[in-house]
T-cell receptor, first 118, second 114 residues
């Protein structure tokens, strides 16, 4: 079974500053994928960034980067230069190895509400 | 850019009634999913669908739930006899055969059972 833990129910950051959202995971799969999704107040789920367990480098997508520490089983999201529009709920998610009998279902954490102050 | 669509955006129904939530996945995607999110809680996996059959389901997905791909474009979730605790946001998602296995989510259907 897979488990995702997000220990920060809420985070606050000043506009233009960087913020780190924590995510730890637990799995027995040798291969897996880690995702971050953003959910604004309107409710949709927006994909932000992906990290494969065998990727040598940490993933980056614009202002988003994923600080992947495999030995610690952590996959923290770093948002640089925060903007007011970044205020939303952020979910960390994991999928098992998508070969074999697994069809890639996502397991989500509880989420972190990020509030960006002007 | 192609996107997953869902209808209706909001459905209100009475306890015991049947509801059908509809989704149109991205056209070249082969894997389809339903998730639900009870208000203020995390997103939970319900079921995955591949090659016209259920490939995996969670313990939430009991006999009251069913999924169908009635034609080449729609993907539906049916709840036969709704309960108050079925009130939630229901998300459809799809993904292609290969790649990063990113799932593309629809905007969701908010189901309210009264």
């Amino acid at each position: 079974a897979q488990k995702i833990t997000q220990t920060q129910p809420g985070m606050f950051v000043q506009e233009k500053e960087a913020v780190t959202l924590d995510c730890t995971y637990d799995t027995s799969d040798p291969s897996y994928g880690l995702f971050w999704y953003k959910q604004p107040s309107s409710g949709e789920m927006i994909f932000l960034i992906y990290q494969g367990s065998y990727d040598q480098q940490n993933a980056t997508e614009g202002r988003y980067s994923l600080n992947f520490q495999k030995a610690r089983k952590s996959a923290n999201l770093v948002i640089s230069a925060s903007q007011l529009g970044d205020s939303a709920m952020y979910f960390c998610a994991m999928r098992p190895y998508a070969g074999g009998t697994s069809y890639g279902k996502l397991t989500f954490g509880q989420g972190t509400i990020l509030t960006v102050h002007p | 850019e192609p996107e997953v669509t869902q209808t209706p955006s909001h459905q209100v129904t009475q306890m015991g009634q049947e509801v059908i939530l509809r989704c149109v996945p991205i056209s070249n995607h082969l894997y389809f999913y339903w998730y639900r999110q009870i208000l203020g809680q995390k997103v939970e996996f319900l079921v995955s669908f591949y090659n016209n059959e259920i490939s995996e389901k969670s313990e939430i997905f009991d006999d009251q739930f069913s999924v169908e791909r009635p034609d080449g474009s729609n993907f539906t979730l049916k709840i036969r006899s709704t309960k108050l605790e079925d009130s939630a946001m229901y998300f459809c998602a799809s993904r292609p055969l290969t790649g990063t296995y990113e799932q593309y989510f629809g905007p969701g259907t908010r189901l309210t059972v009264t």
